[in-house]
């Protein structure tokens, strides 16, 4: 079946980087994009963008272009989502989803941004 | 970029009674292909999404089927027949006819 496994909860300082990785699965990788949709306390699911799984090209919504890089190893089936020069306002849930029509979903990687 | 707006967002449900989500976009969720890519997801505390229905009323393997997907264009509905303990949680819509958007979320509690 189908599995999305993301890596596990961080804590980071404001101005640091962090990685999120997702691995996959139960289907072939490169027939999927692979989505990132961010969810901050409390709040809804905003799409930060995706990446073709076939070409690496990635496609960042407006409100993620600048500190979000999305990347691949496609050796282990894995998607990366890179935030750089972190902010408070980072901290949120981050989850990767198969797809256009996320159909399924890792289990979210928590980020919590603080001093 | 399409907003999505829904309708109620709180719910209170009775089970075994009915309950109904509305949502709207901001523009036509036709494609060019003639689909309309409108998703509904559900999600519990602590949990990730699970997509329930796609393309309006397709449901996704596994869900009951008191879930109902219906609607058109801009205007869409989703029906749960009975509702049931499990059903508590955000009920979101989401389209991926254009970049994809989310509503902003139903929260559905006993």
């Known amino acids: 079946q189908v599995q999305l496994v993301q890596s596990g909860s961080e804590l980071k300082k404001p101005g640091a980087s962090v990685t999120v990785s997702c691995k996959a699965s139960g289907y072939t990788f490169t027939n999927f994009v692979m989505a990132w949709v961010r969810q901050a306390p409390g709040q809804g699911l905003e799409w930060m963008g995706w990446?073709?799984?076939?070409?690496?090209?990635?496609m960042y919504a407006q409100a993620f272009t600048g500190r979000c890089v999305f990347s691949l190893d496609t050796s282990v089936n894995t998607a990366f989502l890179q935030i750089t020069n972190l902010k408070p306002d980072d901290s949120a849930v981050y989850f990767c989803?198969?797809?256009?029509?996320?159909?399924?979903w890792g289990q979210g990687t928590t980020v919590t941004v603080s001093s | 970029d399409v907003v999505m707006t829904q309708s109620p967002l709180s719910l209170p449900v009775t089970l075994g009674q009915p309950a109904s989500i509305s949502c709207r976009s901001s523009r036509s969720l036709v494609y060019s292909d003639g689909d309309t890519y409108l998703s509904w997801f559900h999600q519990r505390p602590g949990q990730p999404p699970r997509r329930l229905l796609y393309?309006?009323?397709n449901r996704d393997s596994g869900v009951p089927d008191r879930f109902t997907g219906s609607g058109a264009g801009t205007d869409f509905t989703l029906k749960i027949s009975r509702v049931e303990a499990e059903d508590v949680g955000v009920y979101y819509c989401?389209?991926?006819?254009?970049?994809?958007?989310f509503g902003p979320g139903t929260k559905v509690d006993i």
């Open positions: 393309k309006v009323s």
């Open positions: 989401m389209q991926s006819t254009h970049w994809p958007s």
């Open positions: 990446i073709n799984t076939n070409t690496g090209n990635p």
């Open positions: 989803a198969r797809g256009s029509a996320f159909d399924s």
